[in-house]
């Protein structure tokens, strides 16, 4: 397969979305920052499934990243992406620069209540407006039928689904299981900063993390297991620990033992953040 069409423009975006639109065919969309690897390929597998076309936005958004954090190391490797992308057949590859998306004098925030409250907005108060100005800009260029997004950002996907519920925003969201390593850590683009010592450390989140769910699934206490789950990571090597919490897998309210839930977590090594969840068995 060759690499996708590139469309750097909300203007050349649209123009293809309008040919395809013509043919009658239905459009898949997979929103990514780049930095591409298998998790994210199999997102685009699975859009491909679900629609004739499917198109990918690369683009390290700014509204998302607090001041202090890693925006500017953000991995950037267009080239790298593009190959990547040949390989599961992506049709347009969306590439808009900064200006692009959001040009001189633009003012409007998209705050999203509901699942986004706490977990990750304890840490960084403003991610999930900037997920979710962004992800409504991206839907509303693109206008696709479904879009994919993988559990590891398990909060990310309920506040992404409450936005077009909100929004009347007529996408399919879809969430997709999280792709691991052999050893079960969850993919992500920030594993590249990890040094042989944390990827090793890094391995233990998931089985920190399952160790628990399946705890509370045998009827432990919430606060016993999250806590001993947070005892757990710093024994590992993790040297801050910012949440374990379990919570209700569709709202993110406070798990209740006869639902479906899931337990969520966000721990520092050195520099690097990583989060993960994993669903708490039915008991
Ligand atoms: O999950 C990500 O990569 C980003 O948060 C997203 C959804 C592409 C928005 O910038």
Not at 12 to 20: C, F, G, P, Q, T
Not at 148 to 173: A, H, N, T, W
Not at 206 to 235: C, F, M, P, W, Y
Request: net charge neutral; aromatic share 6%; with cysteine.
């Amino acid at each position: 397969m060759s690499r996708p069409e590139t469309a750097d423009s909300v203007a050349a975006l649209r123009a293809r979305i309008r040919d395809w639109r013509r043919d009658g065919l239905r459009v898949a969309m997979v929103p990514t920052m780049g930095a591409l690897h298998e998790g994210h390929l199999s997102l685009i597998r699975i859009a491909r499934e679900r629609a004739e076309r499917c198109v990918v936005s690369i683009f390290v958004n700014p509204t998302q990243f607090a001041p202090s954090e890693d925006l500017d190391k953000y991995p950037r490797q267009l080239a790298r992406d593009l190959d990547m992308l040949a390989t599961v057949g992506a049709d347009v590859a969306f590439t808009p620069t900064v200006g692009e998306m959001y040009p001189a004098g633009f003012a409007t925030k998209i705050s999203v209540g509901g699942p986004s409250a706490g977990l990750e907005s304890d840490f960084r108060p403003t991610f999930f407006e900037g997920v979710g100005t962004v992800v409504a800009k991206l839907f509303l260029q693109a206008t696709p039928d479904c879009a994919v997004f993988g559990e590891k950002d398990y909060q990310q996907l309920c506040v992404v689904r409450q936005l077009c519920r909100d929004l009347d925003l007529p996408v399919e969201i879809v969430g997709a299981p999280t792709i691991r390593d052999t050893h079960g850590l969850a993919m992500s683009s920030r594993n590249a900063y990890l040094d042989e010592t944390e990827l090793q450390t890094a391995r233990q989140l998931n089985v920190i993390l399952r160790k628990a769910a399946t705890a509370l699934a045998g009827g432990a206490g919430q606060k016993h297991a999250t806590d001993e789950a947070s005892r757990s990571l710093s024994a590992a090597g993790f040297q801050k620990v910012d949440y374990v919490e379990a919570r209700e897998s569709l709202t993110l309210a406070p798990w209740r033992h006869d639902r479906a839930g899931r337990v969520l977590a966000a721990a520092w090594l050195g520099k690097t953040r990583l989060i993960d969840n994993v669903e708490v068995p039915a008991a």
